[in-house]
């Protein structure tokens, strides 16, 4: 939409997602090491280490490929997947947008019939709700809705900071309880297409609380604008990866905070994930994400330049 390329577009979402990747790698392998040299001798481990640097481990319904070293990772997986889909799916959803709803809803559901028939051995925890197919789904409402408020922006009703308020609270409880629902009525005789309704089929409802609180004109939206909860949502990335390891460190060495209540034991943990999320986002996120993209213009600048002294010269 702002006249980048789809490689200005993919070349920018890897730059923000894959070196914080690496660098939980890095630190899953020192926070067990020695035991984690293991990663590097065995067969299955290593097939399964470079599927997750390559963001591909979603790909394959094993779980030591897609819930192997940092399990979170399989849903960055999943990520890249949806963003090398992204420039189709929103020139489609502008042109036939119900077409390409139905279509891919379609093509979905019947893949998550199909996978467990063609591949019996697929594991129940990747169909159930670790798979990059149902979530798909969930992707695909968050186009849509993109989309939409971008349309019809101008269109917000004038409504007073209360009455905001009152929208985003429901927005939000509406949301939750969706997900409940969905939770406890996921069931179907096809174990595939139960986990695309326990995981994605709440995703519109969630998508509505988004576009509420896009709007920013109540009490939620001003609250999570704040520089403490923006710098914290900065975070929440790097949060995301590493707090998994430190849980898996704490459960190891749990002994030694026994004596600990289970509060303060609680507290450490998240303090210890707090401070590595902040040190992963400024001295690795951050400076990787604008190193890579920086690389990346310039050679495409050369490229340009390189091309126009061609033609001058022909």
Request: glycine share 6%; aromatic share 16%; hydrophobic share 55%.
């Amino acid at each position: 939409m702002r006249g980048r390329s789809w490689a200005d577009f993919f070349v920018a979402r890897f730059a923000r997602i894959w070196p914080a990747h690496i660098a939980s790698l890095i630190l899953l392998f020192l926070a067990f090491w020695p035991w984690s040299e293991v990663y590097f001798t065995t067969t299955l481990y290593v097939q399964s280490l470079v599927l997750n640097i390559g963001l591909l481990q979603d790909w394959f319904p094993v779980l030591d490929f897609y819930g192997g070293y940092n399990s979170v990772s399989w849903s960055l997986s999943a990520e890249m997947f949806f963003y090398a889909l992204f420039p189709f799916l929103v020139a489609s959803a502008i042109r036939r947008p119900v077409l390409l709803f139905i279509g891919t809803t379609a093509i979905i559901s019947g893949s998550l019939v199909a996978i467990p028939m063609i591949f019996p051995w697929a594991d129940v925890g990747w169909l159930k709700s670790m798979n990059l197919v149902a979530g798909l789904f969930s992707f695909l409402v968050g186009v849509f809705a993109g989309l939409q408020q971008k349309r019809y922006k101008h269109l917000t009703p004038r409504l007073g900071y209360f009455t905001w308020s009152v929208v985003e609270v429901a927005g939000v409880v509406f949301a939750l309880s969706a997900n409940a629902y969905m939770s406890e009525h996921s069931r179907t005789p096809y174990i595939g297409l139960s986990g695309l309704l326990h995981g994605n089929a709440a995703a519109p409802a969630y998508a509505l609380m988004i576009v509420i609180l896009s709007v920013s004109r109540g009490c939620l939206s001003r609250f999570l604008s704040s520089n403490v909860m923006v710098y914290l949502g900065e975070v929440s990335f790097a949060f995301y990866l590493v707090h998994q390891i430190v849980i898996r460190c704490y459960v190891e060495r749990v002994d030694v905070l026994k004596h600990w209540p289970q509060s303060v034991q609680f507290l450490v943990v998240a303090a210890v994930s707090l401070l590595l999320s902040m040190a992963m986002m400024h001295l690795v996120e951050r400076p990787a994400r604008a190193g890579i993209v920086r690389a990346w213009k310039s050679r495409h600048s050369f490229q340009m330049t390189a091309s126009g002294d061609n033609r001058s010269q022909s």
